[in-house]
């Protein structure tokens, strides 16, 4: 089992960068598969990127694609999230997750871990 807690979150006008940390407890952090996901006010959680448990495998959503990067630490059971030219769409609250396998996944279902969430709202 993992626990995991995002930091980072704030608030950045349009255009400017954030950083999103995720923080997991558990000696087997190299054992899972991490990704972002986020909720906007009114909408669905939806997925935002994923990363294997080697950090050789990611995928973006086409939303964040050339703006976000992914990275893992495995031997600090650490994930990250760079974002940059940010805009006021990506306001939402950003959640960390794992999951009891190796490979990437889009699918919220298929993770087992969340953590509570990190705000991100950017202004225009």
């Known amino acids: 089992q993992v626990q995991v807690v995002e930091s980072g979150g704030g608030l950045v006008q349009a255009g400017g960068s954030l950083r999103l940390s995720c923080a997991a407890s558990g000696r087997t952090f190299s054992s899972y598969a991490m990704g972002w996901f986020r909720q906007a006010p009114g909408k669905e959680r939806e997925f935002v990127a994923t990363?294997?448990?080697?950090?050789?495998?990611?995928i973006y959503a086409d939303s964040v694609k050339g703006r976000f990067t992914i990275s893992r630490d495995n031997a600090k059971n650490t994930m990250t999230l760079q974002m940059n030219s940010l805009k006021p769409e990506d306001t939402a609250i950003y959640y960390c997750?794992?999951?009891?396998?190796?490979?990437?996944?889009?699918?919220?279902?298929?993770?087992?871990?969340w953590g509570q969430g990190t705000q991100v709202t950017v202004s225009s």
């Open positions: 997750a794992a999951r009891e396998s190796r490979g990437v996944a889009t699918r919220s279902r298929d993770y087992d871990y």
């Open positions: 990363i294997s448990w080697s950090g050789t495998a990611t």
